[in-house]
């Protein structure tokens, strides 16, 4: 069917039969659908449940212009991970004992492979938190004993025990342990892949388990459309975990993005990790000619012609320059390790900039283009249980938030949002990782550890709290602007919004 596709010079569809079941067991490079350079393809489940073998991901996208995926749902013919209920927290012991669901489960079970690229070797534990929310926590699995037919001791070496022994609560808390060879397997990639893509459409989708991120999107263009996308735990499975790890990555991205009435929840890591990969200032070849490099070596975010590139001093927070790029070229890198064709390391890129910068530009600025750093980004009636990392510019407008929202920049990801806005949104804290906090805007990295007074050059230059309620404490920090009317907040603290080194304040 992608073949065909491939072949045609028109739109083309792939229909399966509605409603069925479809299992997967292979796939090309251990993709159920491999796409690369086919234009105006919709792939239409109708319904259809498509489970997959534990080493097989359902797409991977790239430089496939006008894609649309709709209509079905994935699972895997063997989970990632199996639930229980935990009956018994040994502090001294590092260890919890677990009544499996599927007492059969018992014998596939065990530490880290360190295989197929395996990461983080965790389960969660399913907390009760504060304002009637859920909380869940990390459970690295180290070694597993199985001590009668359904029941297992797993122990934990990492730190927590704490918040286990005062929070656990015997035979009520849930837990999902990870499978090995399963779960947090890195090979070959996130269940979806959409990369170098223009104008993406992913509507009525539902992902019930998937071994490392969901979707990963990176470095697409135009319009990408997320409607009624869930990653959740199958209704009715009992499970706690969903995904292993973010449910969306976005990075990179030229395209407006719109999120719209999805539903994320059960997740190892991020709801939303949107981010661009910063670079840094190497060398001044002259007043209007910077090399620059990528800070984290892998997946290229590429400078373009025309695009405006802004230099930030990351002591201060502070842009010290924006200009137009006129001409790009590339140095490839040096390192001496191959890298596989899809993902090489990134090169140097040697900018010749529109107007001179040497008054200003010096080593170590922190340097990205304003347009590949998902400019537009909208999330709108979104579900949201698991923390969001939010660092380039974001709406976001009637969410059901139960988790912790921050909002900030680093030099490796970043660079920090410009102005971001959440409006008309429920916004309630778990309580428990992050006890005061419902949302935290802070910036840059070095601005949490450094008393700098905002500037008018400042990177954060807008944030809009308007017209919502809050259970939990607000901290915005080193804003030029701030608009924060019209909230309802139910804090015991008795300043619920923390102003730190912000400029203009608007507050009612």
């Not at 080593?363 to 537009?376: D, F, I, Q």
């Not at 230059?461 to 939990?472: A, F, M, P, S, Y």
């Amino acid at each position: 069917m992608i073949d065909r596709a491939r072949n045609l010079d028109k739109a083309a569809e792939l229909r399966f039969p509605s409603n069925r079941v479809i299992c997967v067991r292979s796939g090309v490079e251990r993709y159920a659908f491999l796409l690369r350079d086919i234009k105006e393809l919709r792939i239409n489940g109708q319904g259809s449940e498509f489970r997959l073998a534990s080493d097989i991901r359902f797409l991977r996208a790239k430089c496939c212009p006008d894609l649309e995926v709709g209509s079905l749902k994935v699972d895997f013919l063997t989970q990632p991970t199996t639930p229980g209920t935990i009956t018994e927290v040994d502090s001294r012991a590092r260890a919890i004992t677990v009544t499996l669901d599927h007492p059969e489960m018992a014998a596939q079970l065990g530490g880290p492979t360190k295989e197929d690229g395996e990461q983080g070797f965790f389960g969660m534990v399913l907390l009760d938190a504060l304002y009637d929310t859920k909380k869940v926590v990390h459970y690295y699995a180290d070694r597993v004993d199985v001590k009668s037919p359904g029941v297992v001791r797993v122990f934990n070496e990492e730190p927590g025990w704490g918040t286990l022994a005062k929070h656990v609560k015997p035979g009520r808390a849930r837990v999902d342990l990870p499978v090995p060879g399963i779960a947090h397997r890195f090979g070959p990639g996130a269940l979806f892949a959409i990369d170098d893509c223009k104008n993406v459409t992913v509507s009525h989708v539902d992902v019930w388990s998937a071994p490392w991120f969901t979707f990963h999107l990176f470095r697409n263009e135009g319009q990408v459309t997320f409607r009624r996308v869930n990653v959740m735990p199958k209704p009715g499975s009992q499970k706690v975990l969903s995904s292993c790890r973010d449910a969306i990555h976005a990075k990179g991205n030229r395209a407006a993005m719109l999120f719209e009435d999805c539903v994320l929840a059960g997740l190892g890591d991020d709801a939303f990790n949107i981010s661009t990969h910063c670079s840094r200032v190497r060398a001044i070849e002259s007043p209007t000619r910077i090399t620059v490099s990528q800070q984290f070596p892998l997946g290229h975010i590429p400078f373009r012609v025309g695009d405006t590139l802004i230099l930030m001093d990351p002591g201060t927070n502070c842009k010290v320059a924006e200009r137009k790029i006129i001409n790009v070229d590339e140095i490839p890198s040096s390192n001496p390790n191959p890298r596989p064709k899809e993902n090489p390391w990134a090169p140097s890129s040697v900018l010749t900039l529109d107007s001179p910068v040497s008054d200003v530009a010096r080593k170590g600025l922190v340097a990205w283009s304003r347009e590949s750093s998902n400019p537009m980004t909208i999330i709108r009636r979104c579900v949201i249980r698991r923390s969001c990392r939010l660092q380039t510019p974001v709406v976001m407008e009637a969410c059901d938030v139960q988790a912790f929202l921050w909002f900030y920049g680093d030099s490796m990801e970043g660079p920090g949002p410009e102005s971001l806005a959440v409006r008309k949104s429920r916004l309630w804290t778990d309580g428990l990782a992050h006890p005061s906090g419902a949302l935290t805007v802070s910036g840059f990295e070095k601005s949490r550890r450094e008393s700098v007074p905002v500037r008018s050059d400042a990177v954060l230059q807008r944030v809009e709290l308007i017209g919502n309620e809050i259970k939990g404490i607000v901290r915005i920090a080193n804003a030029l602007e701030v608009e924060a009317t019209g909230n309802h907040i139910t804090t015991p603290d008795t300043a619920p919004i923390r102003f730190e080194h912000c400029g203009r304040i608007k507050q009612e």
